[in-house]
């Protein structure tokens, strides 16, 4: 009898417990999705605002020969503004459940050129290498632009010289290359940078600008089209991103 008042006891304790986990779970996640609701309200509307700005800095840029640099530098400083809201909103939408995709058929190649140039107008360190063949794919043209963007951007930051963007079939899968010859990323540390806020050592030592969370989005809107993203790289020499992504069935 006495055992069964103290079995009696403990589950009632057990259930006490459960209790009260299961309410610090709900705060928990409560707490989270109003953090992951105001990173992507704050992304959202930071955009308005800094589209204003780079709209005069093009109208200053197009009809004002004074203060080119400091009009070229509010410009570029802008755009990366905008970039880091655009990789917060989408790191928001990829905390959510449902992270949805608007598909459409998409010819690779011409499609990575357009991103390629939006990202940079006519700088001439960057090139475009389209195979002959059309490549369609099947993909969500605004969320993949950004990933072009990224890792386009990327290759621009972290070297100073010739960036070539390449795009070629293999078997029944496409890849796009983005080759640099930068400061490259140091071994031990190339698979940290897939995820959130990983940040090579060498780019900190140098003192160049980042969140780390470019990769770690491209990485989330890669793997939900179905495809992956490596990287190969020497530190001093150069990396080359690869993202691989299966082409539209029937053709190969
Ligand atoms: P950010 O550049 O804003 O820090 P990313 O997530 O785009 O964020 O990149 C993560 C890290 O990967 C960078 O901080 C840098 O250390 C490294 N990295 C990315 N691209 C390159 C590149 N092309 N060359 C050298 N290092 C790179």
Redesign the pocket.
Known sequence: MQELGALLALALRNLELYEAMSLANRALQESSEFKDDLLAMLAHDFKGPLTVILGYCELLMETTTESREEIETVYSQTNRLVRLSDDALVLAQTQAEGFSLARTTVDLGSFVAECVEATAPNNPRLSVEIAPEQIVVDLDPHRFRHVID?LVS??L???TDAVHVRVRPVEDRVTIEVV?R????PKAELAN?FTRF???S??RDKGIA???????VARKIIEVHGGSIAVE?RENEG?T?VVTLPRLSGQS
């Open positions: 990224n990327n290759a930051k972290y070297s640099d930068g400061i490259g990323i940078l990983g940040r090579a060498n780019a980042g969140s780390g969370i470019g990769l770690y790289s990396s991103f």
